[in-house]
């Protein structure tokens, strides 16, 4: 219902698998995660969304572990981010963690590597959601083929959403 109120289709397939690494991109705008969110709320899928702990205060803490959020301590360094992201996929039978590759909706020339040294380290697989700004879907694309190479597999990555989907606000891609 939120994703036709949004003008938002849904498009593509959900992985079957137990465990998946969803990356949304490109993230060009705050309303890519109000329409991930609504994708996944109208397919039945509960995944874990990252938000900074800073945002859960009342009321927002409510409605942010209500759709997903899960706080997310970047107060120390990246690792530690990623040693939480670890903790919470193997404490976990069945769990999908969506991540924002950029890490911001801002212009980047490389996405943050957490999701990778995540998946690394837990074996679980990649998949991307793509945000179609052009013709206003949420895309179940596929997974990621990953090397191991965290440099190559990172560029890979990018160079495909660049090449195949357009952001909200393509001057932020």
Known sequence: MGLKL?????AGKLPDEPKV???????????DALAATFSMLSV????TILVKKEWFFWPMGILFRAVGGHPVDRSGN????????????????????????????????KYKSGYLRVSYATGVPVFLAAFDGIGKRVVLDRFMDLTGDLE?????????????????????Q
């Open 44 to 47: 039945g899928l509960h995944y």
């Open 6 to 10: 949004m003008g938002w289709k849904l």
């Open 152 to 172: 190559t597999d990172n560029a890979n990555i990018k160079a495909y959403v660049d090449a195949t989907w357009t952001g909200i606000h393509p001057e932020k």
């Open 78 to 109: 990246a690792r530690a981010t990623v040693d939480q992201m670890i903790d919470l996929i193997e404490s976990r039978d069945e769990v999908v963690v969506g991540f924002p590759p950029e890490g911001t909706r801002s212009k980047v020339d």
């Open 21 to 31: 690494i969803l990356i949304g991109a490109p993230h060009t705008s705050n309303w």
